[in-house]
């Protein structure tokens, strides 16, 4: 049964799904033809409940991201059989056509805006009503990879559609080219939405693109986002704060270790505050980490867990303490995008107590 053409990109890159199509729960999808628009093409069929395999001879480094996080299955082109899939999907062909700059920008035009949208940890779902509004009304499109990518959707099919996310430790785009994009998109009249993972102001350098915006004199405004330092712990049943537990919670980067001198975080001060501390990009940093809090006097019997994927259909988690956490992430294969909780609110919600039989 090939569901050929339920669910189809149409030239402009939007999905189309036909009269009828009800969703997908269990059904196979097979992406062929895998380029640069994998990602968004594989995330659109994980909303719709498909499974998700690529048929690929030569996966790249996105085809083996998506691979190594479990949310899609390789196969080799001679071995994808049609037949035994439920929709075959050609992976969309390329970005929306470029915008005829020259035509758009003259000495009146008014600069239209650039909206910072924080699009939630990953899934649609976690998208405010305001983002989803601001996606609607997009003329430009300037999008991470961290970000929701089934909701590029909710932008209309005419809208200029550019991703400029990273790979760990892979291909990015540096933040003044982005920067460029936002500002020139913007002063040709156009309303740019700038979507990203969780909130824009949360190592989201939201702040560095609204300098960028206001000192070209383009309007700038937020749309706050679900952050992923209390979304993702919560989606694994780990409060940040609990009563009588912590007083509180506090967010570090872990994207250098504690022995690099750019990291300047007060360890010892973190160590001693009683807080929840939740760390973000700290999947290879995680075991430098727990040592130097250690160090500091944090107990190693600490509860740690470690989330990856959260809101995704590959989300899975790893509990331990400070001083086991970052081997059993390792063990289990984690990595980016995950958060690290430590703090005694992890397990809080596991000690269910149930009243008399
Ligand atoms: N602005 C974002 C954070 C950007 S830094 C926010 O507010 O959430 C990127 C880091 O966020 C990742 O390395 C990871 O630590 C975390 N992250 C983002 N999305 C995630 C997800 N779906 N699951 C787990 N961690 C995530």
Same mark, same amino acid.
């Given at each position: ?6 669910? @189809? !990109?149409? $030239? #402009? ?11 997908? #729960?269990?059904?196979?999808? +097979? ?24 048929? @690929? #001879? ?26 035994? &899939? ?21 000495? !009146? ?8 949208? *924080? ?9 405010? =009503? ?42 990015? @785009? ?8 936002? &500002?020139?998109?913007? =002063? ?15 190592? *989201? ?11 070209? *004199? ?5 749309? $706050? ?24 919670? &506090?967010? &570090? ?5 504690? #022995?690099?001198?750019?990291? @300047? ?9 009683? +807080?929840?501390?939740?760390? +973000? ?17 944090? $107990? ?22 400070? =001083? ?34």
């Amino acid at each position: 049964m090939t569901h050929d053409g339920a669910l @189809t !990109s149409g $030239p #402009d890159g939007r999905w189309l799904p036909l009269p009828g199509w009800r969703g997908a #729960d269990g059904l196979r999808a +097979l992406v062929t033809h895998p380029g640069p628009l994998v990602s968004e093409t594989v995330h659109a069929l994980l909303e719709r409940g498909l499974e998700v395999s690529v048929a @690929t #001879d030569t996966p790249d480094a996105e085809v083996r991201d998506l691979a190594g996080r479990g949310l899609v299955t390789v196969v080799p082109t001679t071995g994808a059989e049609l037949d035994q &899939v439920d929709l075959v999907v050609r992976d969309r062909a390329g970005l929306a056509p470029e915008e005829t700059a020259a035509s758009l920008t003259t000495a !009146s035009t008014p600069p239209g805006e650039v909206v910072l949208v *924080g699009g939630g940890p990953g899934s649609t779902g976690l998208l405010t =009503l305001d983002g989803a509004e601001a996606l609607r009304t997009a003329d430009v499109v300037v999008y991470d990879r961290l970000a929701p990518l089934g909701a590029l959707d909710l932008a209309p099919a005419s809208a200029e559609r550019v991703p400029v996310g990273k790979i760990p430790r892979g291909e990015f @785009t540096p933040q003044e080219v982005i920067n460029e994009v936002l &500002v020139s998109r913007s =002063l040709q009249g156009r309303r740019v939405v700038r979507l990203k993972g969780g909130d824009s102001f949360v190592f *989201g350098r939201g702040g560095e693109e609204w300098l960028a915006c206001a000192a070209a *004199g383009v309007p700038v405004r937020v749309v $706050p986002g679900v952050t992923s330092a209390v979304a993702v712990p919560g989606l694994a049943g780990i409060p940040v704060t609990h009563r009588d537990v912590t007083p509180g919670f &506090v967010v &570090v980067s872990g994207h250098v270790g504690p #022995d690099d001198p750019r990291n @300047t975080v007060d360890w010892a001060a973190l160590a001693a505050s009683g +807080l929840t501390i939740v760390v +973000l990009m700290g999947v290879s940093t995680l075991g430098s980490i727990a040592r130097r809090l250690v160090e500091h006097g944090l $107990p190693g019997t600490t509860p740690a867990a470690v989330v990856a994927d959260g809101a995704m259909p590959s989300q899975r988690s790893v509990r331990g303490d400070l =001083l086991t956490i970052a081997a059993a992430a390792d063990e289990a294969g984690i990595c980016a995008p995950a958060v690290a909780v430590i703090g005694r609110t992890v397990g809080v919600l596991d000690q269910v107590e149930t009243g008399p039989a």
